[in-house]
């Protein structure tokens, strides 16, 4: 089945510091992915819809400037916390569905990448 | 996005199936019902999928009455290992399949 990748899965930087999280999809294309954070004991809270060849669609109250999405190919779409405050620790998590299979496929998600800011 | 509600929690016994309701009174002609199943510190994971009536996998059941404003995920001779979330979904696959997430069911499973 479809597989998607995160990278990291667990990242600890100080504040202020810049951080980029991978989300792969490994043996499909994905034109849309998608990027959700999650407090603990919470929810799954969509940010954003990233758009491959085109900017990323960001849901309401999400900063597009603290969180820049970059999908350039068809297989990567990244995420770069900037300025990364410990309020922004969080668990982030991507996801993707194949498109190049029959219609109605799911999403796939990846494993997470747990950010912690000291 | 149709709304889904969901018990915010269920216990249970190992051994014994589990039937897990969703209520979605808004859902869309074009809307798709999808599980999904959470542990702790993971992304979730596809569990089953359906439009209308009955779909079944190797894992799960999904009921979805005529009405299609709600949905029953049934676990057949749950396991501890099944003590997870389980998120319902509703969403139209022509959209781009963005998926809005609610509370979900934290599910427990106890010996």
């Known amino acids: 089945g479809a597989v998607v990748s995160q990278h990291p899965s667990w990242v600890i930087c100080k504040s202020g510091t810049s951080v980029k999280i991978e989300c792969r999809s490994l043996d499909f294309q994905a034109t849309t992915m998608f990027w959700y954070r999650q407090f603990p004991k919470q929810s799954l809270m969509l940010m954003a819809t990233?758009?491959?060849?085109?900017?990323?669609?960001?849901e309401q109250g999400v900063e597009k400037d603290k969180f820049l999405i970059n999908h350039a190919s068809l297989t990567l779409s990244t995420l770069t916390v900037t300025s990364a405050h410990p309020e922004d620790s969080s668990f982030y998590i991507c996801?993707?569905?194949?498109?190049?299979?029959?219609?109605?496929?799911?999403?796939?998600f990846g494993d997470g990448t747990r950010l912690s800011i000291l | 996005l149709a709304k889904t509600t969901q018990p915010i929690s269920m216990d249970s016994y190992e051994g014994q199936e589990v039937n897990i309701t969703c209520s979605h009174n808004?859902?869309?002609?074009?809307?798709?019902i999808t599980w999904y199943q959470q542990f702790p510190s993971q992304g979730p994971r596809f569990i089953i999928q359906?439009?209308?009536t009955k779909v079944t996998n190797e894992v799960a059941s999904l009921f979805i009455p005529a009405d299609r404003k709600s949905s029953t995920l049934s676990l057949p001779r749950v396991s501890l290992s099944d003590t997870a979330v389980y998120y319902c979904?509703?969403?139209?696959?022509?959209?781009?399949?963005?998926?809005?997430f609610g509370q979900g069911t934290e599910l427990s499973v106890k010996p």
């Open positions: 808004n859902i869309a002609t074009n809307d798709y």
């Open positions: 359906g439009y209308k």
């Open positions: 979904l509703v969403g139209a696959i022509d959209q781009g399949g963005k998926l809005i």
């Open positions: 996801s993707a569905r194949d498109v190049g299979r029959e219609e109605n496929q799911p999403q796939h």
């Open positions: 990233s758009n491959e060849g085109s900017k990323a669609t960001y």
